[in-house]
T-cell receptor, first 117, second 113 residues
């Protein structure tokens, strides 16, 4: 158990629908990252939050949004779902961002597998 | 911009043989480099990391990697493969002051009995 909790583990839905994926970071970690893993694109960085604020944005579609709450858990909202959104969505957390003196190690959750039919 | 290239989407070795997974990086500043492993139906787990201390880094499960600046490489090795090493392996790079990681496309390691 990495300490990063993601729910649900599996989700099957239809095109056009909206889903919410949830992530609880490891205790003490302030930063949360969302990644999408698909067979053709590999692991793509979507977005990062630090202590409730958006810190970095990657290849996140406009149909997707995220937030980090005061208790530091994060939610990734995916709307107007398309077949191509079927993927494994990972959440990762790290202690603090931008450590110039050392590498920022990310701890990953087990992922949420989204299937869009 | 930083990037990572993993040579070989699939690597097959016999049990007991040497494992060599290749990773080349591109970074405008000295990088931090990582190898993560993903077992079936699980999340990514850190194997090892390079943070500009020793160029030969030892990780978990008998894996090690060597940072070679002249070759911009960070290849992962294990002297003797075990069936339990079958998994997807990802090389990743970050830069000092940056938070996130840029991942390679992954290498699927197959262990033949």
């Amino acid at each position: 158990d990495s300490g990063v909790t993601q729910t649900p583990k599996h989700l099957i839905t239809a095109t056009g629908q909206r889903v919410t994926l949830r992530c609880s970071p490891r205790s003490g970690d302030l930063s949360v990252y969302w990644y999408q893993q698909s067979l053709d694109q590999g692991l793509q960085f979507l977005i990062q939050y630090y202590n409730g604020e958006e810190r970095a944005k990657g290849n996140i579609l406009e149909r997707f949004s995220a937030q980090q709450f005061p208790d530091l858990h994060s939610e990734l909202n995916l709307s107007s779902l398309e077949l191509g959104d079927s993927a494994l969505y990972f959440c990762a957390s790290s202690p603090i961002p931008g450590q110039a003196s050392g590498a920022n190690v990310l701890t990953f959750g087990a992922g949420s597998r989204l299937t869009v039919l | 911009a930083q990037s990572v290239t993993q040579l070989g989407s699939h690597v097959s070795v016999s049990e007991g043989a040497l494992v060599l997974l290749r990773c080349n990086y591109s970074s405008s500043v000295p990088p931090y480099l990582f190898w993560y492993v993903q077992y079936p139906n699980q999340g990514l787990q850190l194997l090892l990391k390079y943070t500009s201390a020793a160029t030969l880094v030892k990780g978990i499960n008998g894996f090690e990697a060597e940072f070679k600046k002249s070759e911009t490489s960070f290849h992962l090795t294990k002297p003797s493969a075990h069936m339990s090493d079958a998994a997807e392996y990802f090389c990743a790079v970050s830069e000092a002051g940056a938070d996130g990681l840029t991942f390679g496309k992954g290498t699927h390691l197959i262990i033949q009995p």
